[in-house]
């Protein structure tokens, strides 16, 4: 039996987690600590409150007496706990900035401090930059390039956590993964905004020419492989899951189009992002081999998944649009 701290676990990768894990490992017990910012939702644990095993604490990562009083006991943290739009961390970078840098910090001195408890840090293959058509995937040993704000302050939470490996030895795992999609997702990533936007009859938002590249992993998929790193890596290694389903977002577009019923006459073409890095896509050789692990889920199957989800769930995501409005 152990007992793990979960940071950012409303939101939509803590939350499927969580179910995942409680799922699979019955007689764990999880504390979720999310501070509840916009893309925090409770819903998304509706059926996992009733949990016995299973605690909610409201709080932030950045409260250092909080963030100690619950790491005591705790044999693991996982760090799910960041901003992570990108376009918010262009508007405004602060957040960015102390959530994802401090944030990480405090939570690594929390672990130093109450018995070098095992840290699992969730990163993003944004931290290694933009890659061309020709270009080798991403793997352990790319160099970080990071151009974005969010990005930037993922990077730099990545090396405080190797910093606590090979200062004060903490044992440690990093992983960073590829564009997760599935249910729970807050409506403003790409495939979540295109499927409730054509659900209410309006146009989706295509940036520049959607030629773009992205390497999808179902969130599923995803959390098996943080399970597998926990339970089975190395300590003070990084691994790289990705989904291998590399698609341009013009493609995944017309995928979701035809799924609804809809023409393209529903994209809109709009400015491109500032600094839009071209391509993402991951290498998980090193995942394969050493911990045995690689996606199952076929990414066409998936996304008919998640839109059905959608469409089954239009209180839980018109709960959050008619927030924002």
């Not at 949990?51 to 250092?64: A, E, R």
């Not at 990093?174 to 146009?203: A, D, M």
């Not at 690689?294 to 008919?304: A, R, S, T």
Request: net charge negative.
């Amino acid at each position: 039996m152990s007992k793990i701290l979960v940071t950012g676990g409303a939101g939509f990768i803590g939350s499927n987690f969580i179910r995942y894990w409680l799922k699979n490992n019955e007689n764990d017990h999880i504390i979720n600590l999310d501070k509840l910012t916009y893309a925090g939702n409770l819903d998304s644990l509706s059926d996992v409150i009733i949990n016995p095993n299973y605690k909610f604490v409201q709080g932030d990562i950045c409260n250092t007496d909080l963030v100690n009083d619950l790491t005591v006991g705790v044999d693991l943290i996982i760090n799910f706990a960041a901003e992570s739009h990108v376009d918010r961390s262009i508007l405004s970078s602060a957040d960015f900035v102390k959530t994802n840098i401090d944030g990480t910090r405090v939570l690594l001195e929390a672990a130093r401090k109450n018995g070098n408890i095992r840290f699992h840090q969730i990163s993003t293959d944004e931290v290694f930059g933009s890659l061309s058509l020709s270009d080798p995937r991403f793997n352990e040993n790319t160099p970080y390039d990071p151009r974005s704000p969010y990005s930037a302050s993922k990077a730099a939470a990545d090396h405080l956590v190797r910093a606590y490996y090979h200062t004060y030895n903490l044992p440690v795992t990093i992983s960073n993964c590829s564009n997760n999609y599935g249910p729970y997702q807050f409506p403003e990533k790409l495939i979540p905004l295109f499927i409730t936007n054509l659900l209410r009859g309006k146009k989706v938002p295509v940036y520049g020419s959607g030629n773009n590249i992205r390497d999808w992993i179902h969130v599923d998929d995803h959390n098996r492989g943080i399970e597998m790193i926990v339970k089975k890596g190395n300590i003070g290694e990084t691994y790289c899951l990705g989904g291998g389903n590399e698609m341009k977002n013009i493609d995944i577009t017309k995928i979701i189009l035809s799924n609804l019923g809809f023409g393209e006459e529903m994209i809109e073409f709009v400015e491109d992002r500032l600094g839009h890095d071209f391509r993402y896509a991951i290498d998980f050789s090193k995942a394969q081999k050493n911990i045995d692990w690689e996606p199952q889920i076929n990414f066409e199957d998936g996304l008919k998944n998640t839109i059905d989800w959608y469409k089954n769930n239009t209180d839980w995501w018109e709960k959050i649009i008619n927030n924002r409005s």
